[in-house]
């Protein structure tokens, strides 16, 4: 019974942790057991906090034992490392920030430890963000479970490899472009971006502010609304976070799908989609047909701008929100004579290549003279994208697509090719532009073995129904179920 407690999902542990069937300090100390044994081959972890860990878990045992337990107490979870968190050194993949210990906690960390969560660690992703391999981070990439010479996907790819591959039980992680779904997609993992607006972002570390939303990557669907019952909601401490009510996200689970209208846009499924991609996500439209949801063609017909307009809008607002690392207040600090050369040497030492090019491609869309040609443009066709999802909500409640036009690819392979990197990420970013929420969850394998996920995007908050469509599908197949061979 006790033994593979470390494989469990939060609904699998939470009842045996609930009737005291096992303890967190159990089920905290398997999993840095098995953190120490196989994460030198996958190296999803940045840093693990054995010590904080075991405090918590043996606190979350005392609320266990007084009867104060949520569904989240003695759940051991593993953080991207753009949160920051209380005392525990907070990365965000970068030199810039290799010893930034933050003296707060982000607000979802700040309310999972409300709940009695346990932080196992701080797990790998492309510097700030900006990547979709994971190979961006400065301190080494991370290998996926499932092949490890292939990547994770990213940004959020230690996020999804450590779920995967039973490092943890649950993780968060953030997506401004696909940086959630796309590396749960390439892990076989469940990976939801939420609304924008949904879960505050105080204490994220930014990348592109209009874009940026934190959510989890789960084993299962059920555990992604657990995670969300707790993370979402209002905080006066992040403007863009919705006043609105967060519903419990549990009671959509178990709904029948009969007469859900799921829209399947026809510019997803053109060329360049990999065949098995194309075969796992038609059969998975079969599957959901077959229980008893009608499907109905959508066009979204601004779809092959989104890629343009994202990597305008994205790096525009990273130049501006980057410009605070500066050698000054904190961070790396490199040397100089002057002020300027101060400033110089550490954003060259201190950034990694793509965070540089970033930087300088934002700087110029934003430069006078040019903000109109660009940023304004982008804004406006980025108005035109969410106007396609309007339109198509209009005639069904759920969008379903592929998340990633391919399986995950070989580490390397795209790195000396930005462009092509930036085209992988032509199915979820406009979830983002247009501010809606999307899921990925497992609906296949390709034939070398590697995980494909479904995506499933709703209208804004409509993060019930993709509960319910994802988890109708989730029961009537068994993708979840299956573990890479570690
Ligand atoms: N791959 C995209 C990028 O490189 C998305 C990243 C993200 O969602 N953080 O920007």
Known sequence: MTDALYSLSISQLGPLLARREVSPLEVTDQLLERIEGLDGQLHTYLTVDADGARAQAREAEGR??????????????????????????????????????????????????????????????????????????????????????????????????????????????????????????HCGVVGLKPTYGRVSRYGLVAYASSLDQIGPLTKEVRDAALLLNCIAGHDRRDSTSLDAAVPDYLESLGREIKGLKIGVPREYFGGGLDPDVDAAVRQALKTLEGLGAELVEVSLPHTEYAVAVYYLVAVAEASSNLARYDGVKY????????????????????????????????????????????????????????????????????????????????????????????????????????????????????????????????????????????????????????????
């Open 64 to 185: 266990l034992a007084k009867g104060e337990a949520t569904p989240l107490t003695g759940i051991p979870l593993a953080l991207k490392d753009v949160l920051v968190t209380r005392g525990l050194r907070t990365t965000c993949g970068s030199r810039i920030l290799e010893n930034f210990v933050p003296p707060y906690d982000a607000t979802v960390c700040a309310r999972l430890r409300q709940a009695g969560a346990v932080f196992l660690g701080k797990v790998n992703m492309d510097e700030f963000a900006m990547g979709s391999s994971t190979e961006n981070s400065a301190f080494g990439p991370t290998h996926n479970p499932w092949n490890r010479d292939c990547i994770p996907g990213g940004s959020s790819g230690g996020s999804a490899a450590a779920v995967a591959a039973d490092l943890c039980s649950a993780s968060l992680g953030s997506d401004t472009g696909g940086s959630i779904r796309q590396p749960a997609s």
């Open 331 to 486: 961070g790396f600090r490199g040397e100089g004579r002057s002020l300027l050369e101060m400033y110089g040497a550490t954003r060259t030492q201190g950034f990694g290549a793509e965070v540089r090019r970033r930087i300088m491609l934002g700087t110029y869309a934003l430069s006078a003279g040019y903000y109109d040609a660009y940023y304004r443009k982008g804004s406006q066709v980025r108005s035109l994208i969410r106007g396609d999802f309007d339109a198509a909500y209009k005639k069904c409640e759920v969008v379903a697509t592929p998340i990633s036009p391919t399986p995950a690819f070989r580490l390397g392979e795209k790195m000396a090719d930005p462009l092509t990197m930036y085209l992988s990420d032509i199915f979820t970013i406009s979830a983002n532009l247009g501010g809606i929420p999307g899921i990925s969850v497992p609906c296949g394998f390709s034939s070398g073995g590697l995980p494909i996920g479904l995506q499933l995007m709703g209208p804004p908050l409509g993060e019930a129904a993709l509960f319910q469509a994802a988890y109708a599908f989730e029961q009537a197949t068994d993708w979840h179920k299956r573990k890479p061979q570690l």
